[in-house]
């Protein structure tokens, strides 16, 4: 992934390999939606069919009430009292039921098994923070990220509220997030094959009525994680609004359209846009059909299907709503999901036209957008070899600047970074914003530190997120008194790197410490981060 400190990052120089976007390693696929399983409901008995379009449709309380006085020996209801009791997070539970052999040989019994034993091993030491007054539950695998908490849950009640208001849900209480430390425990809690989570670089999971979250620690410079948990939660609002019937295509399109609407607009959304990256995915023959994307996206065979399969979706969803009534027409569609129609037949309903003619008039508008070429840090495929070279040569210029950086030899960083003689500036170290924070700080070392305002002046200069760069952008523009741009800054850098000291520490001097209450935890957690031991190993990889 990426050191802490380096240049030679994922989310940098290279490109992403998360599945949002180049621009960070994203965030995120996702592995909500989906129809409840598929077991034929005229062989259940009537309690468990009616108990498990219940806790399909994330309707707990009722569903406890159908299954309380069903017969509890029939291993079909046991397995649906075993189902809810992996939502409600009592995994011990869940697990003790499943023991019975019985149990297992049910259809989904042996991978519910699964779930339950693997929920139990990261369950079994997890930390509990609650907002009542929210009904918002996080739990952490790890204590040291309980820093998070006020963002993470200021975050939750800001994009339910935007949910609500946008897709016109109520939400079971509570609101439930589990912050996992790692790939193989995000895995074990949701049943994602770990091979798949990093193949596509899966960063969360909205299954089981909660929103399963990788740390941002586990990224070492962090992904768009209060953004991702916004969309996760988008993936429990079209369950509860259609009781689990939302095609993927649906799922992942909403929830790419509101993982943003909790927040002001920021310099990065849509860049580059949905409509040119499923271009570029088309001429790499990335493309799939929208009703044949599969069992979730994080199963896609990479990150880069991965990509032009959400930005397909994304582009999609907002061509249906902004063809149709808006929200209305997508609130149209999700309750005559809910009421039992196919998806054709819910979309017919809302808009008077099928999927194929939906794909027929979304098709056409793509084909009347200009062509624009993406940059490459956001570009898919392979790289071409001359920019392969270019890329590598940059990689290792970036890597030895930092080296000498860290040993106070600024002057030489500087060299390193600067233009090869007689070599033009390649587009990726003059837009990059790891190599202008390298840049910008080898240049405050030196006293040039008015030199290098301009590498922070504008996000738009640069084609990504980088927690470090806003960082120092939030720094900078304090030291001249420009509050406004360092809030804004300082909050862009949490948003992408929470754990980066410059930025939850908002300081000026390297050694103070916010008096805010709230930010202080997050600035000491910061400065107490230790980088895992393989990070240079795993940092700088230019093959894609």
Known sequence: MNPRRATSLRAGLFGGLLVAAAVLPTHAASAGGGSPSSTNPTSLPEAAVRARALIAALDYDDARRELEGADGSDPRVALEKARLAVDELDCDGAAAILARAEVQKTEDGDVLADIARGCQRVTAALVRDADDARAIEVLWQDEHDRALGPLLMDTIARARDALSRDLGVDWPRPTRVVVVRDLLSLSAMTGLPYRSAQTTGTVAVAKWGRVNLLSPRAS???????????????????????????????????????????????????????????????????????????????????????????????????????????????????????????????LVAASGADLKAWDVRWKAYLASRPRVTLSPMSDLGPHAPASLATLRDLRDRTRLAELLLARRHAGEALVELGPRQGAPQDETSSTDPAVRWLRGRALEEVGKRAEGEALVADPLQVTGSFGPWWAMRGRWARLRADEPTAARSFAEALAADPFDPEGACETVAVLETPADPVERPLCDAARAWVEPEDVHGNAGDADK
Do not use: C, I
Not at 252 to 278: H, L, Q
């Open 220 to 346: 070492l410079h962090g992904f768009a994680w209060r953004d991702t948990v916004a969309h996760e939660l988008t993936h429990l609002a079209v369950t509860r609004a259609t009781a689990d019937r939302a095609p993927l295509w649906l799922q992942e399109g909403v929830a790419k359209n509101e993982e943003v609407r909790w927040r002001d607009p920021g310099p990065f959304d849509d860049r580059p846009s949905p409509e040119s990256v499923t271009q570029r995915g088309a001429e790499l023959g990335l493309t799939l059909p929208l009703d044949r994307l599969g069992p979730s996206v994080a199963m896609l065979p990479s990150a880069d299907a991965a990509a032009v399969a959400f930005a397909e979706v994304t582009s999609f969803v907002r061509f249906y709503m902004s063809s149709g009534t808006g929200t209305s027409a997508l609130r149209d569609l999700l309750a005559g999901l809910r009421e039992g129609k196919n998806p054709d037949a819910a």
